[in-house]
């Protein structure tokens, strides 16, 4: 019960900074024009995040090796692309659940398998905390020694805690969380640990965050002019705003809390009806290519 009130309350609460926050700039977000060459780099920006997906797919088969599981890239970059969509569902659990069962058809371990979709995400989020530790300069106005060397012991404290020794013993507590909210017959899968740290893997998911950031800054771009300085307090504003919509409870997608967390971010260093109209396009551009991603997925599958 508690946790269905959070859930509500944070989706009660985003929703209302949105719609207060279009409700304040509605007049300025009309005004936006977006000319040819606008809807050209909007076009650019969603094969940018349809390729961010792809990889991500790619990331999800390096971390399955890691596991020891030798699996087919191709084959399983189609069923992350075909999954993808489920993560609105309420919930936020179905694009695991459907990896998992995909997996195991595949005769992939049901142990490995479940640690794989646990180790995914917290290894994006691990990616995620690095940029914005390296970043965080950026969307302040001035840092001080002491906030630069707990940004440094943060970024050190996150590298450790991706040690197999602590890692295990996270992912080993998230994987029986996990199996509960799943299917039955994913109860009785064995417990799985890293023998290594798994350095390719985070190194593929700060790349697949780089795509998605591009994706965001070439949306804003084709709705206002960028200089080349601000690149870098858009990529740790749109990591934070992606993080807290990857963790907060109740945001199926993100939705809602990574729009009102890059508008509160980002609207002090842009005109805000600009960051509201990129948000929302975002939004838009993401959903369309993972849509895209899925269709061409289920296509390809029944073409071959």
């Not at 000319?35 to 990889?55: C, F, R």
């Not at 390296?134 to 001035?142: G, I, M, R, V």
Request: aromatic share 12%; net charge positive.
């Amino acid at each position: 019960m508690i946790k269905q009130t959070l859930r509500w309350l944070i989706l009660g609460g985003t929703l209302f900074f949105l719609v207060k926050a279009f409700k304040d700039n509605w007049r300025e977000v009309a005004t936006i024009h977006i000319d040819a060459a606008g809807w050209a780099i909007l076009l650019i920006a969603t094969g940018v995040t349809l390729l961010a997906h792809t990889w991500a797919g790619w990331v999800w088969t390096w971390v399955l090796r890691e596991l020891n599981q030798p699996v087919h890239s191709f084959e399983f970059i189609q069923v992350y692309l075909k999954t993808n969509l489920a993560k609105y569902i309420p919930g936020n659990i179905w694009h695991y659940y459907g990896r998992i069962i995909a997996a195991k058809n595949a005769n992939v371990s049901p142990g490995a398998a479940t640690l794989s979709v646990v180790l995914e995400p917290l290894l994006m989020a691990a990616a995620a905390l690095i940029v914005v530790l390296l970043t965080s300069q950026f969307l302040t106005e001035k840092i001080t020694i002491i906030q630069l060397i707990l940004q440094l012991l943060g970024l050190l404290g996150v590298l450790c805690v991706l040690h197999p020794k602590f890692l295990n013993r996270a992912t080993h507590l998230l994987q029986r969380i996990k199996v509960k909210k799943s299917a039955s017959n994913t109860q009785q899968a064995v417990p799985w640990s890293l023998e290594r740290y798994p350095l390719r893997p985070l190194i593929g998911e700060l790349g697949f965050l780089g795509l998605r950031s591009a994706g965001f800054i070439l949306t804003l771009f084709a709705l206002s002019p960028l200089n080349f300085s601000q690149i870098p307090l858009l990529v740790g504003g749109f990591s934070f705003a992606w993080l807290l919509g990857l963790v907060v409870p109740g945001a199926p997608g993100g939705l809602g809390v990574f729009e009102a967390t890059a508008i509160a971010l980002l609207q002090q260093h842009f005109p805000t009806a600009v960051v509201l109209g990129a948000t929302a396009l975002y939004r838009l551009v993401s959903i369309f290519a993972e849509t895209a991603g899925a269709g061409f997925s289920w296509l390809d599958e029944r073409l071959s």
